[in-house]
């Protein structure tokens, strides 16, 4: 074992080189730590979900560019340390880690899936950090946990828009067809507590694996009920299977589909079986669209240009979520001199901040903050989105 | 009576899919004793190929198909080659452990060159489903029913019929034996994966057109093959193939009569039920060996 034998000068002098190489390569890194006040960001930014975690990422880098340049939060500047969790519920546990040990972040935004997002819920309460997370599950904030807040709309919001929607077409039983993960899991369960809301009757509900190549034998089943209409609920590329199987079996009722597939990706998938089908999504899909009374007009067509002269990419209608997320703890840490407390205090009492996914006004019973009015609902017609009043 | 027939044309689609991946594991297993865990991966090599050539670079359907098969193979002899042969103690347990190791290199390359979003491509053939006693089924599945029967003829008879089959054969049966009456034993192997990665690809590109395509699809679909393999008995072509078509009638059924829920627990359960009570498999016969 001669390499680490202690008296050693040569590795003395080896360790001593490579630490003033790295103290000189980073002057920033070695001076930053008092001024600048750390916000971790968890996303999928690869693996199966990277179509959220990608332009979450992106968004959060966005959004802290944009605070810094107008001067960061009560003069100090924002920093992003940012960790992937492939969409992996055990990674997210890491990258939450490191965070809260090493980094010693002021505040952390994501993850970007239900599942990853439960997994690091019970460290932030632990770590008392406040908490914005970009998932959609309601499971999340629902019980209310002091610490935990999200801005991605959840999927109450959704059920009720769509609901509201098939209410309209004189619909009464409905079929559900959900993926077998947390995302269609919560979707079910609220398809199914909220269809006696309004009036409306789940005949069958069924489900399909994440990766299932064929659907068909779930379409018959539930078309076997004679329901008016199928409600999907998944991401891609599953839906995309749903909306062809439909079409293979002629299935002649209306097919809706879930605001997780809404995105440019899901009609490239579908392609021809993608017409007619309806769903709800976030303005930012149809911003162009929007009324210019709208609340969010500006607001979104600001980000949309940011976005896509900064990264050279059409925007996402996911990366909102990160955006909405440092935004609000930004607005949060205002005047609070980093007191994680009062951050938490903070957020808990903004009230129409106008963002991306829709009009936030948290409250102690409320850390999701929107109402359906984050949703409108679109249809699908000639490969391009179409509001439905 | 219609759903019974749309849960049968599900179950052959799936099924006929299933068959394809279990030859290309059934007959690599009876030239070379080796479970090639990268299996479905060439399956994904095959699909993304298949739509990059047909979507991308805007090739006609039978080259774009040739040229697909012909380049997993290919890359499928690679491996071979490069990751199989060199090992100087070719124990079974270290080759399959190399297999696991190849199959995430080869998902990490299929993310790198295809990205992580999912990609679909127009059917073969582009007419509407057939309709048949009220239930549907689509042109790109009789596509593949056709496909996998043509196979299956060819194996057998490129088995039973020609001089380079019957030396595979020999190879499986007596390596040593084989190798003293003269028969190129490294020849026979670099030919068995290049056969065997290529069916992977003719199923992977096969199905693309009627499903979603990314380059995490392989793990799953390789799964379900292997356990169709098992289930007809590994080194078994024909039951490969009873295998495969079983495995995905039942999955079909499954959901259709007992519950969505419980596609995959039906396969796997079937697979744990069947190594139980005939561990070689419905159709196999040879011994099956612990390792």
């Not at chain 2, 356990?227 to 079983?246: Q, T």
Request: aromatic share 8%; charged share 15%; hydrophobic share 50%.
């Amino acid at each position: 074992m001669r390499f680490v034998r202690k008296d050693s000068p040569l590795l003395l002098a080896a360790a001593l080189l490579t630490a003033v190489v790295f103290a000189s390569a980073f002057p920033a890194l070695a001076e930053s730590g008092e001024k600048t006040w750390k916000i971790g960001g968890i996303f999928s930014i690869t693996g199966p979900a990277s179509f959220l975690g990608d332009p979450e990422k992106k968004s959060m880098e966005l959004a802290i560019e944009e605070i810094n340049a107008a001067g960061g939060v009560d003069g100090r500047m924002l920093e992003a340390v940012i960790y992937d969790t492939e969409g992996d519920p055990s990674k997210a546990v890491m990258a939450a880690g490191k965070l809260i040990n090493k980094d010693r972040v002021t505040a952390i935004a994501g993850p970007s899936r239900t599942p990853t997002t439960l997994a690091v819920v019970p460290m932030v309460e632990r770590a008392n950090l406040p908490f914005v997370s970009c998932a959609a599950g309601n499971k999340i904030v629902e019980p209310i946990k002091p610490w935990v807040f999200k801005t991605a709309q959840s999927d109450i919001q959704a059920v009720a828009s769509i609901y509201a929607h098939i209410e309209k077409q004189g619909i009464d039983r409905i079929g559900t067809l959900t993926v077998a993960n947390s995302f269609g899991e919560s979707g079910r369960e609220q398809l199914i507590e909220q269809a006696g809301d309004f009036g409306i009757t789940v005949v069958r509900s069924e489900s399909f694996g994440a990766g299932d190549t064929d659907m068909t034998s779930q379409l018959t089943k539930i078309r076997q009920e004679k329901p008016g209409a199928v409600i999907c609920w998944g991401t891609n590329p599953g839906p995309a299977v749903v909306a062809k199987n439909a079409e293979q079996l002629g299935l002649d009722i209306p097919l809706y589909q879930s605001h997780g597939v809404a995105s440019p990706k899901f009609i490239e998938l579908a392609g021809d079986s993608a017409e007619g089908i309806l769903l709800p999504t976030g303005k930012i899909l149809v911003a162009d669209l929007l009324p210019d009374d709208d609340p969010q007009k500006q607001v979104l067509t600001d980000y949309i240009d940011a976005y896509e002269t900064r990264y050279d990419e059409t925007v996402s209608g996911f990366g909102g979520y990160a955006y909405d997320a440092v935004y609000l703890l930004a607005r949060a840490m205002e005047g609070t001199g980093g007191d994680k407390e009062k951050i938490r205090e903070n957020l808990e009492n903004i009230k129409g901040h106008v963002g991306i996914s829709g009009v936030f006004s948290f409250s102690q019973t409320d850390h999701n903050g929107l109402d359906p009015s984050a949703f409108v609902m679109v249809r699908i017609a000639d490969g391009k989105w179409q509001l439905v009043k | 009576m219609q759903e019974l027939l749309q849960y049968l044309f599900s179950g052959m689609t799936n099924g006929a899919v299933y068959a394809v991946i279990a030859l290309g594991f059934s007959m690599l297993y009876s030239s070379t004793d080796l479970i090639n865990f990268a299996h479905g991966e060439f399956v994904m090599l095959g699909a993304l190929c298949m739509v990059s050539l047909t979507a991308g670079a805007g090739l006609a359907l039978v080259p774009a198909f040739f040229v697909t098969v012909a380049a997993v193979a290919a890359a499928g002899m690679l491996f071979e080659r490069l990751a199989i042969r060199p090992v100087r103690h070719p124990q079974p347990i270290v080759l399959i452990i190399i297999t696991v190791g190849a199959s995430i290199f080869l998902r990490g390359t299929g993310m790198l060159i295809w990205g992580k979003d999912a990609h679909s491509m127009p059917p073969f053939l582009d007419i509407a489903p057939i309709d048949i006693a009220g239930a549907r089924l689509l042109a790109q599945s009789v596509w593949i029913l056709v496909i996998v029967t043509a196979l299956a003829a060819g194996l057998h008879l490129f088995y039973k019929k020609t001089l380079t089959g019957k030396a595979m054969t020999a190879c499986a049966v007596n390596k040593k034996g084989a190798w003293i009456v003269g028969i190129p034993f490294k020849w026979m192997v670099l030919l068995a994966f290049g056969m065997s990665t290529g069916l992977g690809a003719v199923a992977g590109a096969s199905i693309a057109p009627i499903t979603m395509s990314s380059y995490d699809m392989g793990t799953i679909l390789g799964l379900k093959g292997f356990c169709g393999a098992m289930l007809g008995g590994l080194g078994s072509l024909w039951g490969a193939i009873l295998g495969g078509f079983l495995l995905g009638i039942l999955e079909a059924m499954g959901v259709g009569f007992v519950s969505s829920g419980f596609k995959d627990a039906t396969a796997f359960l079937l697979l744990l039920l069947v190594l139980y009570v005939r561990p070689q498999g419905i159709l196999g016969t040879a011994e099956v060996k612990r390792f």
